[in-house]
């Protein structure tokens, strides 16, 4: 069995050592750093399996850190788990969009650690190293934009695909209709909410023909998710 790597990025001792002493007996190997400068180093010689990332840093805070990892494309595939403070909790959102994977809330428990590590490990890397994200039958070509399901061509517009990448990018989690216009069709313009509605529709619709389209789920009240774990 191959040793996962984690990169760990706290300032507090204490939390540092409570980390250490959790995940340790899981069989990881830990690379414990106290910022994200300390971090960088380590990244340089080593690329980690995943990153644990504290919010609150000094110098660099851990989302603008997040942001620029995923925007290095030597790692913007590591998976971040971010670490953040019950205070912060409002914050949860703004993390995952600027490029944290998952939150855990402090204080967290040695076991809810491991699990969630654990979790986020077993997704694998979402997009092969031929640039290739597969969702069962679903493929998705991320340089070519070509999207097939059962090997069959799927003919997408291009906000269709850029809806598709990004729910496929960002899997399980709920987003507003406001958050997907921000990521998919970008600030600068305005658009009505219910271009979100119509369009999510379409991609449905695209989706129907070969039984994916159960894929985006209506929240009601609150906007839309991709998942494929429930039926
Ligand atoms: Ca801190």
Not at 193 to 212: A, I, M, S
Request: overall charge neutral; proline content about 5%; aromatic content about 8%.
């Amino acid at each position: 069995m191959n040793v996962k790597t984690l990169l760990i990025i706290e300032d507090e001792a204490p939390i540092r050592d409570m980390i250490n002493f959790a995940l340790a007996p899981a069989g990881f190997k830990l690379i414990l750093t106290g910022s994200v400068a300390e971090a960088e180093r380590s990244l340089a010689k080593h690329i980690p399996d995943l990153i644990l990332l504290d919010w609150m840093l000094p110098g660099t805070s851990g989302i603008d850190f997040a942001k620029k990892l995923k925007q290095n494309p030597k790692t913007r595939e590591i998976p971040i788990i971010m670490l953040t403070a019950k205070a912060e909790e409002e914050n949860k959102i703004k993390g995952l969009e600027t490029g944290a994977d998952d939150y855990i809330t402090k204080p967290f428990s040695p076991r809810e650690l491991t699990a969630r590590i654990k979790a986020m490990l077993r997704r694998g890397p979402l997009v092969s190293p031929d640039g290739v994200i597969q969702i069962n039958q679903l493929c998705i070509d991320v340089n070519t934009h070509q999207v097939t399901i059962n090997n069959q061509l799927l003919e997408l517009t291009p906000i269709e695909y850029k809806l598709l990448y990004f729910f496929a990018t960002h899997q399980d989690r709920i987003y507003s209709r406001e958050q997907l216009l921000d990521h998919v069709w970008g600030t600068e313009n305005y658009i009505d909410e219910r271009t979100v509605d119509v369009q999510v529709r379409r991609l449905r619709c695209r989706l129907q023909t070969h039984g994916y389209d159960h894929y985006i789920k209506t929240m009601r009240g609150t906007g839309y998710q991709f998942t494929v774990t429930n039926p």
